[in-house]
T-cell receptor, first 114, second 117 residues
Framework: AQKVTQAQTEISVVEKEDVTLDCVYE???????LFWYKQPPSGELVFLIR??????QNEISGRYSWNFQKSTSSFNFTITASQVVDSAVYFC???????????FGQGTRLTINP | DTGVSQDPRHKITKRGQNVTFRCDPI?????LYWYRQTLGQGPEFLTY????????KSRLLSDRFSAERPKGSFSTLEIQRTEQGDSAMYLC???????????????FGPGTRLTVT
């Protein structure tokens, strides 16, 4: 079975601070895919990144960066110089080659205060 | 590309009534998924289609729930004899699945929020 744990339920920081959202996953499959989605107050899930299990390279996209470490089964997400518009609930998700359906963590509610 | 659309966005119904939701996926996507999200939780998988074939159903999908994708384009999710526990956001997503069997990201619609009174 697959499982995703986001231990941080809520995080609140002041604008311009850096913030890291943690994600730990469990799976016995050797081929799997990890995702991050953003859910702003409007409710629509917005795709941010997909990573497959064979690619451990970290990725940076503007103020966003992702750190994938198979040794610790973690796929953490860092926002640098946070902005109020980053306020949302962020979900980490996992799927495997055979399963296809997404298994989500419980989400981390991020609040950026001006 | 217009994205995934869902209709209605909100539905309030009385316990015992039937409701039907519609999802229109991104046009070139052959896979369509339904998820349910309750307050404070992550989305939970309900079922998915590849073209018109329903390939998997979750145990969450009781016999009061039925989903169809008759022509491999839009999909409907019907809940019969609604219960208060059915109150949730129902999310639809679509993705591409090709002959290379590569897994691609799922794109989500805005959801249908169901309230059963």
């Amino acid at each position: 079975a697959q499982k995703v744990t986001q231990a941080q339920t809520e995080i609140s920081v002041v604008e311009k601070e850096d913030v890291t959202l943690d994600c730990v996953y469990e799976t016995r499959d050797t081929t799997y895919y990890l995702f991050w989605y953003k859910q702003p107050p409007s409710g629509e899930l917005v795709f941010l990144i997909r990573r497959n299990s064979f690619d451990e390279q970290n990725e940076i996209s503007g103020r966003y960066s992702w750190n994938f470490q198979k040794s610790t089964s973690s796929f953490n997400f860092t926002i640098t110089a946070s902005q109020v518009v980053d306020s949302a609930v962020y979900f980490c998700a996992l799927t495997t080659q055979g399963a296809q359906k997404l298994v989500f963590g419980q989400g981390t509610r991020l609040t950026i205060n001006p | 590309d217009t994205g995934v659309s869902q209709d209605p966005r909100h539905k309030i119904t009385k316990r015992g009534q039937n409701v039907t939701f519609r999802c229109d996926p991104i046009s070139e996507h052959n896979r369509l998924y339904w998820y349910r999200q309750t307050l404070g939780q992550g989305p939970e998988f309900l079922t998915y289609f590849q073209n018109e074939a329903q390939l998997e159903k979750s145990r969450l999908l009781s016999d009061r729930f039925s989903a169809e994708r008759p022509k491999g384009s839009f999909s409907t999710l019907e809940i019969q004899r609604t219960e208060q526990g059915d109150s949730a956001m129902y999310l639809c997503a679509s993705s591409h699945f090709g002959s290379n069997r590569k897994t691609y990201e799922q794109y989500f619609g805005p959801g249908t929020r169901l309230t059963v009174t």
